[in-house]
């Protein structure tokens, strides 16, 4: 790990003492995220919305104009309704914050 190494350089150096040291390797592993997790499940989402969007688009000439504004009109609703509720509730945890950013994408 890079920040370990970088830590003990400067720990050498009397930069920084252990305990500082610490609290920096404590804070860096709470406040880290797992971009494997991230990248697999954007992909997962974009391949989900992908095919939803070629089923909708294959049948666009015959879906009523009616049905293509109510579904956009509730869409819409729906994800602004949700970011809302998500946002305004402050959840740290991970799964807010991955929820917060889907919805925003």
């Known amino acids: 790990m890079k920040l370990s190494k970088k830590l003990t350089e400067c720990q050498l150096a009397k930069l920084i003492d252990r305990s500082t040291a610490d609290k ?3 804070f860096e592993k709470k406040s880290s995220t797992p971009i494997a997790l991230w ?3 954007g992909l997962g989402a974009f391949a989900i919305i992908l095919g939803l969007v070629s089923v909708i688009a ?3 000439m015959q879906t009523p104009d009616w049905v293509k504004l109510a579904a956009a009109l509730v869409l819409c609703l729906t994800i602004a309704l949700t970011l809302y509720r998500v ?3 402050e959840n740290p945890s991970a799964r ?3 929820l917060r950013v889907a919805l925003i994408v």
Do not use: K, M
Request: charged letters at 15%; zero cysteines.
């Open 96 to 98: 807010a914050q991955w």
């Open 87 to 89: 946002i305004s509730r």
């Open 58 to 60: 294959s049948n666009w």
């Open 39 to 41: 990248a697999f499940g």
């Open 24 to 26: 920096i390797t404590e």
